[in-house]
């Protein structure tokens, strides 16, 4: 017997969650002497109401749909990767590889190989952790979250003695070649008349994000593989009774996993800078875990999370210049967001379910 | 004598769990110095009902009245002082305690230990002679027998004062040796005024021990009669709401060409354990071998290896045709290959994923094959057509191949597994514990499928720690202990006895002090069919 309709599980609690999170926010916006509403009202204003804000909100999202597909398909196989950060940093590597080191004509067949080069290199970078896992039992929380360390030490190695042009002061690689610009949102939707997202970072990466989606959704419920991966994640004893190899799907899930977490270096460093900067991740990899927890491991819960923290991202950004708000308060916003819809979804869900059955026995 | 107050008196017990109503309006009365049986399937409210006298659960509705006085019973520390015991069909005992570490655990006099320790001693010892439950005080839990495990537990009940015993299924663990030994334990205490309530799902230890016997069908008391006057067949319809056939119909097998061959086969657990210690067998087409044995005499292990899930040593024929037991080829994939089909014991735990539908379940181990590939998706449309053909041949309910597993009782569940299994026509069905936990109408119907799979040739190899069972189904028994095959018996040829012995490792001879113990219950059982006969 169902407890609740479907809709309520999936749209009511992770919006009364929100709700939740808005409240408390908006009580320690009070607190520091700003007033909430304004803070909102600026925040929707910067980061939905003009079409560069929709550009910045976009490219944030794209960065943390990549990372939350990331999180999302590890789940399904039961596996906690924390290492998405530093599986996007060897994302960025394989991309400034590719780029500067193979001649393309043309941005469209650059794409496709720094996608792959992202991918490969995000992959490998999870391997090592899953190996251990599959063979020797050693936690993958504490591996991947290892492994984050170790890339951010590699990355900064490689960008200051390898990449890193002559004579140049930052720790950088060399500019892309122009034949690697990937076309922004500005360059694809502005016209004379309509200057739309003008200096925004969003590009042709996020439709890359969405086809990623629709992979994953095919992937995971459409596949033996991902018939394979859920029962794994759901009963590994009866996966072994069906002849499921537990290493397998364990080593395989945790490569998708670091693939997808790769793919974002394309569109930080491809995308946006257009080449390899130090810590170009900035924390998305763990946006991803909360993206992942809050869409509910799937993939249209992970692009509709990803969005809501692209727009807290960008209005918290706006909040920073207009208003004595600091920055740090947009971290405590977005992890009321996380605490809410992750952490203490029990705390809706019961009275919610009790209500529920109410209405269900005074109606039957 | 007439006009004593019931030891216990429920009046109109009601308990809902949201939507679910587990009991509804139960009424009894069990009077002092008898011994009353409760019977019903799974999910008939049996477990709620004894909850609720044991204080787990508030009853929504109703009372309680305990030698005539009405009592609350809001927590189990009421219970006790109620004077109610409860026997858990799962021991609540500290394995690594001492028998009288755990006697006193949670019933200490005061802060200090030795005291406690001490009165418990001599406690024990004069329960031990007035009711033959001898048990060494200072052995471990974990080296006693489960029968012993059971004696402690019935101690602990008795030293908190318990007039009242309450025990649920307390034989599903028990060689029928033990058994019997258990039901001379209770004979005593009943001798002795005290009040036992048995909870189980065994038509023939009602029949046996009981003087009266409530039948709970969902959630409601059906019927209330006395022992002497009624009769399995009249238990088990009050419990369906139908007639049932109690006895297996069952057309004499025609053996063929050897399919199964097991060679000295050996299995070490990963504490080093040895769990098969050279285990040698053949099945024939046709033919179903029954394993009988108590739980955990190498039964399990012998099943996974056939199925593919653990490893081991010694040499297997499947057809011809060797089946390896490590490396590569030695999953459950592999055997599928071999023609060999797997319903294992736990279903909730490898035979379905809980949270699957049943449609994803229906392929679940053969979700590999082609024909339920259309490039690199599956085509779930097409499972789901296959999984609702499924669901009505074996008559699962509700027949909605989208709920998940989880939603199906027990016997649903189960059948669901059979019928994936079953379908695919195999070689060598390995089949265990088929009807734990499913309920008597469900059991017919899965005893009929099993024969008639042998009926069309395949080979079946049958696991149960249910005796009746594996008597009833059977061609050929082969009883384990202690990871080795102690004897192969032709069912129609031996007897309860003979079996009982077997399984407890005792290949004995007349005159035994086993032999003598079966041979009072065969007197008791034998007296009371002939009281039967004699009013028939």
């Known amino acids: 017997m169902q407890r609740m309709p479907a809709w309520a599980d999936v749209v009511l609690i992770p919006l009364i969650s929100l709700l939740l999170a808005a409240i408390l926010s908006a009580i320690v916006i009070l607190a520091i002497g700003e007033s909430p509403v304004e ?17 910045y909100t976009l490219y944030y999202a794209t960065n943390f749909i990549f990372t939350g597909l990331a999180v999302a398909v590890a789940f399904h196989a039961r596996m906690f990767n924390i290492g998405g950060e530093g599986q996007a940093m060897l994302g960025g590597l394989g991309v400034a590889l590719v780029c500067l080191y193979i001649p393309w004509p043309h941005w ?38 290892m492994f984050n360390f170790i890339a951010a030490a590699l990355l900064n190695y490689v960008l200051v003695s390898l990449l890193k042009p002559v004579g140049a002061m930052d720790p950088a690689s060399a ?108 924390g998305a990899g763990f946006i991803g875990i909360a993206v992942a927890l809050m869409g509910r491991n799937h993939p249209l819960g992970v692009l509709l999370a990803a969005i809501l923290f692209g727009f807290l991202y960008q209005g918290g950004a706006e909040l920073a210049l207009w208003t004595n708000i600091p920055r740090e308060l947009i971290v405590v916003i977005q992890a009321l967001v996380i605490l809410f819809t992750g952490a203490l979804d029990n705390m809706v869900r019961m009275p919610l379910e009790r209500m529920f059955m109410a209405l269900n026995r005074k109606g039957a | 004598m007439t006009d004593q107050a019931p030891a216990i008196e429920l009046k109109g017990i009601s308990k809902a769990f949201g939507p679910v109503q587990a009991n509804k309006d139960i009424s009894i009365r069990v009077m002092p110095g008898t011994i009353h049986g409760i019977i019903g399937e799974n999910g008939a409210g049996k477990s709620t009902l004894m909850s609720i006298l044991y204080g787990f659960y508030k009853a929504d509705k109703g009372e309680i009245f305990i030698s005539g006085r009405k009592t609350e019973i809001p927590d189990s520390q009421a219970a006790i002082n109620a004077g109610i015991g409860m026997v858990f069909q799962h021991f609540k005992l500290v394995e690594n305690f001492t028998v009288v570490e755990n006697v006193i655990l949670g019933a200490e006099d005061g802060a200090m230990l030795r005291p406690s320790i001490a009165k418990a001693r001599k406690s024990l010892k004069s329960l031990a002679e007035e009711y033959e439950l001898n048990v060494d005080p200072d052995a471990l839990i974990e080296h006693l027998s489960v029968g012993h495990q059971q004696r402690v537990e019935i101690l602990k009940a008795l030293y908190r004062q318990a007039d009242i015993l309450i025990l649920d299924e307390p034989t599903g663990v028990l060689t029928p040796a033990e058994a019997d030994h258990l039901f001379r334990i209770l004979d005593n205490l009943r001798n002795e005024g005290k009040t036992i309530i048995l909870i189980t799902h065994k038509l023939r230890e009602i029949m046996e021990i009981t003087d009266t016997v409530s039948v709970m069908r969902r959630g409601e008391m059906t019927a209330t009669v006395k022992t002497a006057e009624t009769s399995p067949e ?16 069952k057309k004499p097998a025609t053996p063929g060409d050897v399919v199964l061959s097991v060679e000295n086969l050996k299995v070490t657990d990963d504490k080093g354990v040895d769990r098969l210690r050279g285990v040698s067998f053949d099945i024939r087409k046709g033919e179903i071998l029954g394993i009988a044995g108590v739980a955990g005499n190498g039964q399990s292990e012998l099943m996974e290896v056939l199925g593919g899930i653990a490893h ?42 809980m949270e699957y539908a049943a449609w994803e379940n229906v ?108 008597m009833a189904l059977s061609d050929r028994i082969a009883v384990m202990f202690d990871g080795k095959i102690m004897g192969v018996r032709d069912p129609a040829q031996t007897n309860e006895r003979e079996l009982g012995l077997l399984m407890a490792g005792i290949e004995g001879d007349p005159g035994d002090e086993a032999w003598k113990a079966v041979d009072r219950k065969l007197e008791r059982k034998e007296a009371h069919e002939a009281r039967e006969a004699g009013d028939a």
């Open chain 1, 108 to 145: 469209s067949l650059a794409l496709l190989g720094s996608s792959v080069g992202a991918a490969l290199f995000g992959a490998a970078w999870a391997f090592i952790p899953a190996y251990l896992q599959a063979k020797r039992g050693s936690h993958i929380v504490i591996t991947t979250i």
């Open chain 2, 234 to 249: 009249q238990l088990a319809e009050l419990m369906v709401g139908r007639k049932v056939l109690l006895r297996v119909d």
């Open chain 2, 312 to 353: 081991g040593t010694g040499t297997i024929t499947m057809n011809g045709r060797p089946v390896a037991l490590s490396g590569r080829d030695s999953d459950g994939q592999a055997r599928r290959r071999a023609g060999i089909a797997h319903v294992p014991e736990d279903r909730q735990r490898e035979g379905l994923i």
């Open chain 1, 39 to 55: 803070a909102f009202a600026l925040m929707v204003e910067g980061a939905l109401m003009r079409s560069a804000g929709w550009g």
């Open chain 1, 175 to 282: 500019n892309f070649p122009p034949a690697t610009h990937l076309p922004t949102f500005q360059d694809m939707f502005a016209t004379a008349e309509n200057p739309l997202f003008r200096g925004a970072p969003a590009n042709v990466t996020f439709f890359i994000a969405l086809a990623a989606c629709l992979f994953v959704w095919l992937l995971i419920w459409r596949t033996r593989l991902g018939y394979e991966i859920r029962a794994q994640g759901f009963s590994e004893s009866a996966a072994r009774y069906a002849g499921i190899s537990p290493a397998r799907i364990i080593i395989i899930s945790m490569l998708i996993s670091g693939a997808l977490a790769g793919m974002m270096g394309v569109n930080t460093a491809q995308g946006e800078a257009e080449r390899l900067v130090l810590n170009s991740t900035e």
């Open chain 2, 363 to 470: 392929v679940f181990g053969y979700h590999l094959d082609p024909k339920w590939q259309s490039g690199p998706l599956m085509k779930n449309a097409a499972i789901v057509d296959e999984a609702q053909g499924k669901m009505e041949r074996f008559d699962v309910r509700p027949p909605n191949p989208k709920l998940s597993a989880r939603n199906f009782s027990g016997g649903n569940q189960q059948k669901i597994v059979l019928a994936r299994e079953i379908e695919q026509n195999p070689d060598l069905l390995l089949v265990g514990q088929p009807t734990r936990g499913v309920d008597i109408g469900a059991i017919e119907f899965i005893h009929q499928e099993i024969i008639r799979l042998r009926d069309q040739g395949a080979a079946v190899l049958l696991v149960s720690v249910e005796l009746d069972e594996i």
